[in-house]
């Protein structure tokens, strides 16, 4: 039970990061959208944003997936 809890904690940290990435995300495309010069920088943070959205997600499927397993 007690890794349960810390893996929810760490599911909720993900998800505030992801919350930050998203606004990364769009401030990056808002970049490339107007024709930056250089869009390198604006990829490599799209590609470090998506990273942190599959964490979170692949985190809080596995985490749901224990809760449901703990319950039945």
Same mark, same amino acid.
């Given at each position: 039970?007690?890794?349960?809890?810390?893996?929810?904690?760490?599911?909720?940290?993900? #998800? #505030? *990061?992801?919350l930050l990435a998203g606004l990364m995300t769009h401030?990056? *495309?808002?970049?490339?959208?107007?024709g930056?010069?250089?869009?390198?920088?604006?990829?490599?943070?799209?590609r470090v944003c998506a990273l942190i959205f599959l964490l979170f997600i692949g985190s809080a499927l596995f985490t749901l997936g224990r809760v449901l397993k703990g319950l039945s």
């Open positions: 039970m007690k890794n349960l809890k810390r893996q929810i904690r760490v599911t909720i940290a993900l #998800g #505030g *990061l992801s401030l990056a *495309l808002t970049d490339i959208y107007h930056e010069a250089d869009a390198t920088l604006e990829w490599s943070v799209l």
